[in-house]
């Protein structure tokens, strides 16, 4: 079965800093997608970055960029220039792909970022 | 992109009571889900809600207990029956596109 894990339940950025969000995963697909989502007070889940496993080059959004490590299943969040809107909870998550139609998501437990102003 | 609404937000409810929550997107999608998320923690699957069919439940739920209904592609009810302390948490519609899933804002429940 599919595992994603996020070891650091807490992290703290000062704004304008970088910090980095770990997360790996264990699967023995070679065809997936990665997630980075983000929950704020709202609670309302935001994606943030995706990336499909087939690509070896990162996947970048503005400010937000991922380290994907293939082989080390390893997906790790970069943010930049940290603002204090960027205080959330991070859920990492992986999606099997099934060609044509894809299963659902498997979440890790969630690293909450305090950003310091 | 696709836009998820839920109703209701929130809602207080009492014990052995049933409370039904509605998710419509704002486009077509291929498939829906149904998660709960209690608080502080991470998001679990409760079911995949079928267009035309019964739900696919995940270990642990059952249709009984949180009856599912999709009669469209752009919408899907989620029912909490019964209900007990235990099922205080919130309940997130969530809707895969064929690229990305999005999810709604979620509806918080607390069972008295």
């Known amino acids: 079965a599919q595992t994603v894990t996020q070891s650091q339940p807490e992290m703290s950025v000062q704004e304008a800093e970088t910090v980095t969000l770990s997360c790996t995963y264990d699967?023995?697909?070679?065809?997936?997608?990665l997630f980075w989502y983000k929950q704020p007070p709202s609670r309302q889940m935001i994606l943030v970055i995706r990336?499909?496993?087939?690509?070896?080059q990162n996947a970048t959004e503005n400010r937000f960029s991922v380290n994907f490590q293939k082989a080390a299943k390893s997906f790790s969040l970069k943010i930049s220039d940290s603002q204090l809107g960027d205080a959330a909870m991070y859920f990492c998550?992986?999606?099997?792909?099934?060609?044509?139609?894809?299963?659902?998501?498997?979440f890790g437990k969630g690293t909450k970022l305090s950003v310091k102003p | 992109s696709a836009v998820i609404s839920q109703k209701p937000s929130r809602d207080i409810c009492q014990r052995g009571t049933s409370l039904t929550i509605q998710c419509q997107v704002d486009?077509?999608?291929?498939?829906m889900f149904w998660y709960r998320q209690q608080p502080g923690q991470s998001l679990t699957l409760i079911a995949t809600?079928?267009?035309?069919?019964?739900?696919?439940?995940e270990s642990g739920f059952v249709i009984d207990k949180f009856p599912i209904s999709r009669p469209n592609l752009t919408f899907s009810t989620l029912t909490v029956s019964n209900m007990s302390p235990e099922d205080s948490s919130i309940y997130l519609c969530?809707?895969?596109?064929?690229?990305?899933?999005?999810f709604g804002p979620g509806t918080r429940l607390t069972v008295t």
């Open positions: 998550a992986y999606r099997r792909n099934y060609g044509g139609s894809q299963g659902n998501l498997i």
């Open positions: 699967t023995s697909e070679s065809d997936y997608y």
């Open positions: 486009s077509q999608v291929t498939m």
């Open positions: 969530s809707a895969w596109t064929g690229l990305e899933q999005y």
């Open positions: 990336q499909e496993a087939y690509k070896q």
């Open positions: 809600a079928n267009q035309g069919s019964e739900a696919t439940y």
